[in-house]
C-alpha cells in the first residue's frame, strides 16, 4: 500500500508561520548574558564586545526571517552558535530558521543541541518534532507531537503539529491513532482547507486498507460483492452494479437495504417503461423486508407522482413523512402532490415543515411559495419566491459536493417546476 505524502501541503502552511516564529524566536544573547552572569555556561559566556555583536546579529537575523530570507536568518543564527556554543537558545533559533527554509533534515541537529544544553526549551522541542515527521522519522516525532499538541497556542503551530502527526501515524500503520489526531484538528480547526484536504485522504486511505483485508479475508462473502457493487457504481459501470447486487441477495436473500439499491440503479438508467416497472418491484420488495424503509416509500411516491398518480403519490409521501419526520424531499414530494391533486390548503402545512428543516433548500421554498399563491397568501408567496432565489443562486455558486460525486443521490432529487 502507498503511504501518505508526509509533506504533503507542509510547504504551503510553513509560509504561513514565518509571523507566528516571532513569538518562538528568543533573545538568545539576553539568555547567554544571564548565564554569564550566573556562571552556568562558560562556553557560552560573551564579553560585552561579543555580546553587541550577538546582539546586531540576532536582530539581522530576525528579520531576514521575517522577510522570506532564509538563507540571510540561516546564516546569521549559525554564526552565534559558532561565537557561544553552549547557549542553547541560538541552536534552537538556528533550527527554527533551517525548518522554515523547508530544510528539516537541516533542522533536527541544532535542535537536538538545544535540548541537549536546556532539556525544558520547549521551541526546540517543538520544531525537532515536526522536523523528524517531514524526513519520515515518525516512530520518534508522534510521541512528541503527541504531547506537545495540547501544550502549544500558536494555532499555526498547533496546525502544523497534527497534521504531521496525523500523516505519521497512518506512516507507522497506526489509523486509530491517527483519527484521534484528525477529531482534534476537526476541533481546533473546523473548516480548515488543508485539515480537510488530509481527512479525505485518511479515511480515503483507511477505506481503502479495510476494502483490501475483506477481499483478501472473505472474497467470496456477500459483503465482498456489496463493495464491488459499490465501486462499480461509482465507476458508472450499472448494469455490473445491479449483478452485484444481486450476488449480494443471492448470498444473504433478506438482507435490507440491496432491493432498493437496484431499485435506485435501475431508475438512473432513465425513462424505459421496462426498468421504471422494475425498479418499483424492488421498491416494494425492499418494504416487504423492512416496512420502516421511508427511502423506498419516496421513491415509489415520486414514481406515482410523475405518472400524475396523485392518489397512490399520496400513500406513498405520507407513509415516508410519518417514518420519518425530517425527510425534507418527501415534505416536498407530498406538498407537490397536494397541490396537483387540488389540496393547495393542506400542502402548506409539509411545506412550511420542509423550509423549517431545509431553509438553504431552493425546492422548498419556490414550492412553498407555489402553495401561498394558490390559497391567495400573495406577500408570503413573494418572500418565497425571494428566498428561493437567494438559495439557487448560492446554490450554484457553491462546488459540487463530494457527496454527489462519489455516493450518487441517495434519492431522486426534487426540482423546482410547478405541480401539475
Not at 67 to 87: C, N, R, W
Not at 234 to 258: C, M
Request: with cysteine; proline share 6%.
Amino acid at each position: 500500500m502507498k503511504e501518505l505524502d508526509l509533506v504533503g501541503s507542509i510547504t504551503y502552511t510553513r509560509k504561513q508561520l514565518v509571523v507566528a516564529l516571532a513569538s518562538f524566536l528568543i533573545v538568545g544573547v539576553a539568555a547567554g548574558a544571564q548565564e554569564r552572569r550566573e556562571n552556568k555556561t562558560p562556553s557560552g559566556s560573551l564579553s560585552p564586545a561579543q555580546q553587541t555583536e550577538a546582539t546586531r546579529i540576532s536582530e539581522a537575523a530576525k528579520g531576514a526571517l521575517r522577510s522570506g530570507d532564509y538563507a540571510g536568518a540561516i546564516e546569521g543564527f549559525a554564526k552565534l552558535t559558532q561565537m557561544a556554543p553552549g547557549v542553547a537558545e541560538f541552536h534552537a533559533n538556528l533550527g527554527m530558521a533551517y525548518y522554515s527554509a523547508g530544510r528539516p533534515q537541516d533542522a533536527v541537529a541544532p535542535c537536538r543541541k538545544a535540548l541537549k544544553l536546556k532539556p525544558g526549551l520547549s521551541s526546540a522541542r517543538y520544531f525537532l518534532g515536526l522536523s523528524l515527521a517531514e524526513v519520515g522519522q515518525c516512530q520518534e516525532a508522534v510521541p512528541s507531537l503527541e504531547a506537545d499538541y495540547g501544550r502549544v497556542a500558536d494555532p499555526q503551530l498547533k496546525r502544523l503539529m497534527g497534521v504531521d502527526a496525523a500523516r505519521c501515524a497512518m506512516a507507522l500503520d497506526q489509523p486509530f491513532k491517527a483519527v484521534e489526531f484528525l477529531r482534534r484538528l476537526d476541533r481546533d480547526f473546523p473548516n480548515d482547507p488543508d485539515v480537510l484536504y488530509l481527512s479525505t485522504h485518511v479515511y480515503s486511505d483507511l477505506s481503502t486498507r479495510a476494502s483490501e483485508r475483506l477481499l483478501h479475508t472473505a472474497p467470496g462473502s456477500y459483503q465482498a460483492h456489496r463493495m464491488d457493487a459499490e465501486v462499480l457504481e461509482i465507476q458508472g459501470k450499472l448494469e455490473d452494479a445491479i449483478a452485484e447486487y444481486r450476488q449480494v441477495l443471492s448470498l444473504n436473500p433478506r438482507l435490507p437495504g440491496i432491493h432498493y439499491e437496484i431499485g435506485r440503479l435501475l431508475l438512473s438508467a432513465g425513462p424505459d417503461p421496462a426498468k421504471l416497472e422494475a425498479a418499483r418491484q424492488e421498491f416494494e420488495a425492499e418494504l416487504q423486508l423492512d416496512p420502516t424503509d421511508a427511502a423506498s416509500e419516496y421513491e415509489l411516491g415520486e414514481m406515482a407522482r410523475q405518472a400524475h398518480r396523485w392518489n397512490e403519490a399520496l400513500q406513498h409521501f405520507q407513509r415516508a413523512t410519518q417514518l420519518q419526520p425530517d425527510f425534507t424531499d418527501a415534505l416536498v414530494g407530498l406538498g407537490k402532490s397536494l397541490v396537483s391533486s387540488g389540496r393547495a390548503p393542506e400542502a402548506v402545512a409539509p411545506l412550511e415543515a420542509a423550509v423549517r428543516l431545509a431553509p438553504g433548500d431552493p425546492v422548498a421554498h419556490y414550492q412553498l411559495s407555489f402553495a401561498y399563491r394558490r390559497v391567495g397568501r400573495e406577500e408570503e408567496a413573494k418572500k418565497q419566491l425571494a428566498s428561493y432565489r437567494e438559495a439557487h443562486e448560492k446554490q450554484l455558486r457553491a462546488r459540487q459536493t463530494i457527496r454527489a460525486g462519489i455516493m450518487g443521490n441517495i434519492t431522486q432529487p426534487q426540482t423546482a417546476e410547478p405541480p401539475e
